[in-house]
């Protein structure tokens, strides 16, 4: 008879923490965040123009949520930042390349989503996808093209002097 009420004890406590995450499930499931396109490449870009191209964010969730975008990466800027998206809605984001050094730039936007309000309750319950952003700045040929016409010149100047000389 003992060995039956510590069972059903045990069962108890096992059953408490069970029940627990059993609430949570539904919380964690209707939470759900996508983007298009997967990849941004910006191919090759001039130092002196931004470019911009347009992240589309998508809740796929059931609920609202409250979406953050976090930048990895020299030259990258996004807006905004963060905003609240309603279930099965999409958002558009700018994304943009300002100015950086020559040569191949990687990177990339974390998008996380939660509850949105104050329903999260602390629990740390979300979602999220990471799009990899990659770029190549050219280097800037207006110095190339000066130092080639000063060369250019320096020849036929010293074409020119040498010409002289054999005539006189």
């Known amino acids: 008879?003992?060995?039956?009420?510590?069972?059903?004890?045990?069962?108890?406590?096992?059953?408490?923490?069970?029940?627990?995450?059993?609430?949570?499930?539904?919380?964690?499931?209707?939470?759900?965040?996508?983007?298009?396109?997967?990849?941004?490449?910006?191919?090759?870009?001039?130092?002196?123009?931004?470019?911009?191209?347009?992240?589309?964010?998508?809740?796929?969730?059931?609920?609202?949520?409250?979406?953050?975008?976090?930048?990895?990466?020299?030259?990258?800027?996004?807006?905004?930042?963060?905003?609240?998206?309603?279930?099965?809605?999409?958002?558009?984001?700018?994304?943009?390349v300002d100015h950086a050094e020559a040569g191949e730039h990687e990177g990339s936007i974390l998008i996380t989503a939660r509850p949105a309000g104050d329903g999260a309750g602390g629990l740390g319950l979300g979602a999220g996808v990471r799009v990899p952003v990659s770029f190549v700045v050219e280097d800037s040929n207006l110095w190339k093209i000066v130092v080639v016409a000063g060369l250019l010149l320096l020849v036929a100047a010293a074409a020119v002097i040498r010409r002289r000389r054999t005539r006189v």
């Open 1 to 96: 008879m003992e060995r039956f009420f510590s069972l059903q004890r045990a069962s108890r406590r096992g059953i408490i923490p069970l029940l627990l995450l059993f609430l949570l499930i539904p919380q964690a499931s209707g939470i759900g965040v996508g983007a298009s396109p997967d990849r941004i490449d910006f191919d090759v870009v001039s130092p002196e123009e931004g470019v911009v191209r347009e992240l589309y964010v998508i809740n796929t969730g059931d609920a609202a949520e409250r979406v953050m975008l976090t930048v990895d990466g020299i030259g990258i800027t996004v807006d905004p930042l963060e905003f609240d998206l309603a279930a099965k809605e999409n958002k558009v984001v700018a994304v943009a």
